[in-house]
Nanobody, 128 residues
Framework: QVQLVESGGGLVQAGGSLRLSCAAS????????IGWFRQAPGKEREFAAA????????YYADSVKDRFTISRDNAKNTVLLQMNSLKPEDTAVYSC?????????????????????WGQGTLVTVSS
């Protein structure tokens, strides 16, 4: 069982930056892939970024690539999402999710349905 808690959301102007944090419980954190997903009002949830358990491999949606950076500190059971050059279209509730590394491969990493544990989400609002 893994419990996830997000923090760091808020209101920022376009072009600004925010850093989201996902804090996890559990002693085997390094064996979990962590993904960040977002859901804008009236839209379906979409993949943003993910990082494998050992942190050696990261994945990004095309819409955030080169602007967002995902990283993790397994000693602190924490995953960070650094978001730069934010745009109004980045406005959404951002949630982190976890699934055991061994259960994910290829395209599954970008699919929310494969993740087993979810945080409650944190709201990011980017004003124009």
């Amino acid at each position: 069982q893994v419990q996830l808690v997000e923090s760091g959301g808020g209101l920022v102007q376009a072009g600004g930056s925010l850093r989201l944090s996902c804090a996890a419980s559990g002693r085997t954190f390094s064996s979990y892939t962590i993904g960040w997903f977002r859901q804008a009002p009236g839209k379906e949830r979409e993949f943003a970024a993910a990082i494998r358990g050992r942190g050696s491999t990261t994945y990004y949606a095309d819409s955030v690539k080169d602007r967002f950076t995902i990283s993790r500190d397994n000693a602190k059971n924490t995953v960070l999402l650094q978001m730069n050059s934010l745009k109004p279209e980045d406005t959404a509730v951002y949630s982190c999710a976890a699934v055991e590394d061994v259960l994910l491969s290829g395209a599954r990493i970008r699919q929310a349905s494969w993740y087993r544990y979810w945080g409650q989400g944190t709201l990011v609002t980017v004003s124009s």
